[in-house]
């Protein structure tokens, strides 16, 4: 099996610091990131090699982010995914939200960091759960027929039943749901963040770096993994 290191990671424009980034990097091969300064552009290269950035709002906002480290074999044919929500999304212009996703390929299989909408009451212009649960449709869907892993921020609890319905739906199995990765307003410790993935995939060296707990109110941790693979076009 072909094994790479990942660093998954919705870094709330770098709420932690850029060293908690910088340090939660070492190593990896892949960096799936979300909410990330497109500022910092320059400097995420120097510690990846190679990244790839699309706006997940507007062109002043935050991105989202493919990296991929120097050695191995490019990521090609990078695609910016418009969910069903980005027309709402845009208008409001709330750059917390989300309505896209980023699409890299490596080796045949997609590599997706994706961050959906979440529910806001905005007034005239409500975000709804059935938005974000049409954003997760929509993409899974979209990636249903080819090898994929997805990470990203899907603003819900791992015992949401129409989520895990959509999953099962298209042939996606879930692998961070026993760890929590988001500290909410109140102090504790739940699970937002997902990787998910349509074909055989082993996970393993799972670690949340929380070191930096007591320095935010709410927000969402770096997660590290080794995923391992192995299809016949490698």
Known sequence: MTSYKFLQYNTDALR????????????????LLQRFPKEKQK???????????????????????????????SVGCI?????????????????????????????GINLVSFLPCFPENVGEYPVTKADNENDIESLLSTLADTPSIIAGDFHFSPSDKN???????YG????????????????????????????????SDIVVHTEKMDKIAQGHFPITYTISWNLNNE
């Open 43 to 73: 400097e995420l290269c120097n510690i990846i090699g190679k990244a790839f950035l699309t706006e997940s709002i507007n062109p002043d906002g935050w991105c989202l982010a493919i990296g991929r480290a120097d050695g191995l074999s």
């Open 172 to 203: 996606f199995k879930s692998y961070l749901d026993g760890h929590k990765t988001f500290k909410n307003p109140n102090g504790h410790m739940i699970n937002l963040d997902k990787l998910v993935s349509n074909f055989e995939i082993e996970v």
């Open 163 to 169: 989520i895990n319905d959509l999953l099962e739906k």
């Open 79 to 107: 695609e910016t995914i418009q969910l069903p929500s980005t027309q709402l999304i845009q208008a409001i212009g709330d750059p917390w939200q989300g309505c896209s996703a980023l699409k890299g390929i490596y080796n």
């Open 16 to 31: 932690l610091g850029w060293d908690t980034l910088e340090k939660a990097s070492s190593g990896v091969d892949f960096l």
